[in-house]
């Protein structure tokens, strides 16, 4: 008895000195694992000094069923050093960031190759990180997430071995604006996001994986024990929020294996804006990010000459398709400060179930083959903050 309360105490400690993101609502537990991923082919377009274009992704995963307990479970922190440091630097809170944990399990074995890829690109300056509490989310709902960063787009870029790169320490960024490098922007995400697919149908690449492993290093006797080693790289979804959502529709248009794509509140650039696509697109979008007031989404709606869908989230802005109200709502407005501008009132549990919902409707049809009901009507009434755009 007197053991068992001491194990108690012991998870209760731990737990305090740790803030939790929300329990995960999807019948998988997930894991998690972070890739450097280097492209000899390019130079980095934005770096101060010559040399290979150098990402970081993040691997959301299903790693067992809900009914069966994960082995050795370390709970992945949101944010890795460096990171921490600079968000508490911005909203002056030193030591709070980086108690930020997420639901993944560091390491578990990536149990479902089989299940559809989902790209995930974060917003204009933002890192991937932001976005770590919505994959995961996803991945437990039976789907494999990858989040990119772009180097010299995000404020901050930290590679596993704890180096870092900030927008900052390129002199291209420092003298352009936003606008003029819009192009640059589009450009090397693109390319990026292009890159990490291609790394991904790599067995060099897999490997590193936990749960893929590679099959060459198993006998022809005994492939029955062989790990499954290739995720499905022929036909993906991506998805992403502001500029995110922008290269996921650029993507559609330059890379087939990209079948179906949508944007959280983004407006949209590149030449997919007049040329249009024929693949599927779904649009979720903030209350007052109209046609009427984002010209670049009035252009590119009429050529997209798939299935598509626009609906419009009531009590949200730009910021609540990110982490941050998950942030808000765990450490509390007054502590993140200026990152809680620009959420709205939604709650940070809220803006996921959305997501998650919409999305999974959308990807569901197009990438699995069922599902989707909810984007003919069917359910719509259990979501009252989301409005079918008419257009």
């Known amino acids: 008895m007197l053991q068992s309360v001491l194990i108690s105490l ?21 894991g998690t694992t972070v890739l450097e991923l280097v492209d000899y082919s390019r130079q980095d377009p934005f770096a101060p000094t010559p040399r290979p274009r150098d990402l970081v992704v993040s691997l959301f995963y299903p790693t067992e069923t809900r009914s069966r307990r994960v082995k050795n479970c370390t709970l992945a922190p949101q944010f890795p050093p460096a990171t921490a440091d600079l968000i508490n630097m911005y909203i002056n809170a030193p030591g709070v960031v980086e108690t930020v944990t997420t639901r993944s399990c560091i390491g ?17 300056g933002n890192p991937r990180l932001l976005y770590s509490d919505m994959a995961e989310e996803i991945a437990s709902q039976g789907w494999n997430v990858v989040s990119v960063d772009h180097p010299y787009d995000s404020f901050i870029v930290e590679y596993p071995d704890g180096r870092a790169v900030y927008a900052t320490d390129s002199p291209i960024v420092n003298n352009g604006t936003d606008e003029e490098l819009i192009p640059e922007y589009l450009d090397a995400r693109v390319k990026d996001t292009i890159f990490v697919l291609n790394s991904l149908a790599n067995s060099s690449v897999t490997s590193q994986i936990p749960g893929l492993g590679c099959p060459s290093l198993y006998s022809q006797t005994n492939t ?13 979804g991506v998805f992403g929020h502001s500029f995110g959502g922008a290269s996921a529709l650029q993507l559609l248009k330059d890379d087939k294996r990209f079948y179906a794509g949508a944007d959280l509140d983004g407006g949209v650039y590149g030449t997919v804006v007049q040329e249009g696509t024929d693949s599927p697109f779904l649009y979720l979008r903030a209350q007052n990010h109209t046609h009427i007031t984002d010209p670049t989404w009035a252009a590119a709606w009429p050529n997209l000459r798939g299935f598509k869908r626009e609906y419009a989230v009531n009590e949200a802005k730009h910021g609540a398709f990110t982490d941050l109200p998950i942030l808000r709502d765990l450490l509390g407005a007054e502590v993140l400060g200026p990152f809680a501008e620009g959420v709205g009132s939604i709650k940070g549990s809220r803006i996921l179930a959305i997501e998650t919902a919409f999305l999974g409707a959308f990807f ?25 755009a008419e257009n």
Do not use: C, I, M
Not at 110 to 116: G, I, K, N, T, V
Not at 224 to 236: F, Q, Y
Not at 365 to 380: N, S, T, V
């Open 364 to 388: 569901g049809r197009f990438l699995k083959g069922h599902g989707g009901e909810l984007l003919d009507g069917k359910g719509l009434d259990n979501w009252p903050e989301v409005t079918l």
């Open 10 to 30: 012991a998870f209760a400690l731990e737990a305090s000195a740790r803030n939790l993101v929300p329990q995960l609502t999807g019948p998988y537990k997930v």
């Open 224 to 236: 029955h024990n062989a790990p499954k080693s290739k995720l499905r790289t022929d036909k993906v």
């Open 108 to 124: 578990s074995p990536l149990s479902r190759p089989d299940l559809p890829l989902l790209f995930l690109g974060p917003g204009l």
